[in-house]
């Protein structure tokens, strides 16, 4: 007799029973959902899982669709997959590298094996040919092919030893330099007719869910673009950002001076004791940037003003601190204001579509205040600087007089610092803007990349706890309304800026873990935010720590950790 388990649904409230091993597919055409766009995965008790995932004991289950976070990483995850089995049908020992979310999409780094006989002694010169439109067209077709194809997406888990073996033998130095360090006895794999690879997170189960992509040439290399979050049915708009995309190859150099490509890298160099020289170098490399920032500022004739934008949790308030030292290096006095005290009262804040403050939202901010002391600084005039109270949410006068001197230059910080709205008033020949943010170029392998955004979501859960009095639930539950301010408010204007600054640090996330991982487990197993935090902890299981007193006082993340020699 077949038995039955119970499950409830909470997409419409309901309850059922279903076959003992049924999959979430199937569960899902039981229960006779009408969604607008089909599942492409599952919160079951709150973790992700595939529609693949078998149910042999009672569960809540959730489905979701490319328009949720879940889901759009695993639409994406599943198209990686057939990209490279494209590339690797199309051109056999080719290395494809998922590198740089830019430009609404992913920039795929394309190295083809040489072209040269054996024994060519032009061959070490001529490791790769650049990519060409013929390779584009012949990708882009071989990958709609076999998505036409309808190839099921198979899953299975096999000992880690066994794993690495296999990854040894198709030449994936990076999946086995990551498997090598983790310590584990059995490791999940993918199979796509017949190519096997390695994907941190649940895939589609079959090639035809994978209705829209584009492929497109990106500088050297190429774009694989994606839905929209907003509207599915429509590619991401393509907008160019060569600034975000030169901050990416620059930090690659830094990467390539350390030879840290790839968290099995970063794992082997703790392993082997580097810790110390990683930090040393990194650090350094972070300090000659902002000391090429200041130079840049000081040779800038009629600079009166430097504004630095950037997203949540990207390290603002510690890279103005730092461009202050070295522009006084320069003979500079900088002034320093923060626009998070020009905050208004809390019960002011714009609230978004659910009834929230919206605190990314640019009325948050009093832009009365901001623009009558902007401009009586710049007419000379002594002004008394607001301070923002975040655990009463209360703007009070500071008692600290400001007067903006002849050799003074003003540095203001803030998510909004590069809004035009903000400066509208001012004159745009003596203003100098920084876009700093922390934009993560670790790769898990060459495959599997690491999100921007999860770095920074981990420095402001350490942060919120630390500073504000707000658990990790609270912080993940408010962190959708974040990104969306960001997309509305900041990201906009970040290419407008003169400069741009990456605030990640290589070894950082090595560090941050052993403050976030306890904050993250506090999270309760029966609450929504349950499953990013689950994200996150199995995420943080790959990279092996690094203790947080290696790092010096002046570090940036002393700004998120605690311990900086900066007074915040």
Not at 112 to 118: A, T
Not at 233 to 250: A, P
Request: glycine letters at 6%; one cysteine or more; aromatic letters at 10%.
């Amino acid at each position: 007799m077949n038995q039955s388990i119970k499950i409830y649904c909470k997409n419409n409230g309901q309850s059922c029973e279903v076959p003992m091993g049924s999959t979430l597919d199937d569960a899902y055409r039981q229960l006779g959902l009408q969604m607008e766009l089909p599942p492409v995965i599952a919160h079951v008790n709150n973790k992700v899982e595939g529609m693949h995932y078998r149910l042999y004991n009672p569960k809540h289950i959730e489905f979701l669709n490319v328009t949720s976070a879940s889901g759009l990483r695993c639409y994406t995850r599943t198209l990686f997959f057939v990209l490279c089995k494209a590339a690797h049908e199309l051109w056999p020992g080719c290395r494809v590298s998922i590198d740089i979310p830019v430009s609404n999409g992913y920039y795929v780094d394309m190295r083809f094996p040489p072209d040269d006989p054996p024994g060519s002694p032009f061959k070490s010169s001529r490791e790769s040919r650049p990519v060409t439109l013929d390779d584009v067209h012949r990708l882009r077709t071989r990958m709609q092919q076999i998505i036409d194809e309808a190839i099921p997406v198979h899953r299975y888990e096999t000992t880690t030893d066994e794993a690495i073996s296999m990854f040894q033998k198709s030449g994936s130095e990076s999946k086995v330099k990551l498997l090598q360090s983790q310590g584990v006895l059995y490791t999940t794999y993918y199979e796509l007719d017949g190519y096997i690879d390695y994907f941190y997170g649940a895939m589609l189960t079959n090639t035809c869910q994978l209705y829209l992509f584009g492929l497109e040439k990106y500088y050297d290399g190429l774009l694989l673009r994606l839905p929209s979050r907003e509207d599915p049915r429509e590619l991401g708009e393509l907008v160019m950002q060569d600034k975000m995309f030169g901050i990416f190859k620059e930090h690659h150099r830094w990467q390539d001076i350390l030879h840290m490509r790839t968290i099995g890298d970063l794992n082997d160099a703790i392993a082997k004791g580097y810790s110390p020289q990683l930090i040393q170098v990194s650090e350094a490399l972070q300090e000659k940037k902002i000391s090429q920032i200041a130079d840049e500022i000081a040779h800038r004739k009629g600079t009166r003003l430097v504004l630095i934008a950037g997203p949540s949790s990207s390290g603002k308030t510690t890279t103005c601190k730092r461009l202050s030292v070295q522009l006084a290096v320069n003979g500079i006095q900088p002034l320093n204001i923060s626009l998070d005290d020009y905050f208004v009262d809390r019960e002011l804040t714009p609230r978004d579509a659910s009834g929230d403050y919206d605190f990314e939202h640019l009325h948050a901010l009093n832009l009365d205040l901001l623009n009558e002391q902007l401009g009586a600084l710049f007419r000379g005039e002594e002004i008394e600087l607001p301070h923002y109270d975040f655990a009463t949410g209360r703007s009070t006068m500071s008692g600290h007089k400001l007067r903006l001197h002849d050799n003074d230059i003003l540095v203001v910080e803030g998510i909004h610092a590069l809004n035009p709205e903000l400066t509208a008033q001012l004159p745009q020949d003596c203003i100098y803007r920084v876009y700093a943010s922390a934009l993560t170029t670790l790769l898990l392998d060459n495959h599997n990349y690491v999100p921007t955004t999860d770095n920074r979501l981990l420095r402001r859960i350490i942060r919120d706890h630390k500073y504000r009095a707000v658990s990790a639930q609270q912080t993940i539950r408010r962190w959708p309304s974040v990104r969306k301010g960001e997309n509305r408010w900041i990201f906009p204007f970040q290419e407008n800026s003169n400069q741009m600054f990456n605030t990640a640090m290589l070894f950082e996330l090595a560090v941050i873990k052993q403050q976030a991982e306890p904050l993250l487990e506090q999270v309760p197993e029966n609450c929504p935010e349950y499953a990013e935090a689950y994200r996150l902890l199995k995420f943080l299981r790959y990279i092996k720590p690094i203790p947080e007193d290696h790092i010096p006082p002046t570090s940036l993340l002393r700004e998120f950790l605690g311990g900086s020699s900066f007074d915040y």
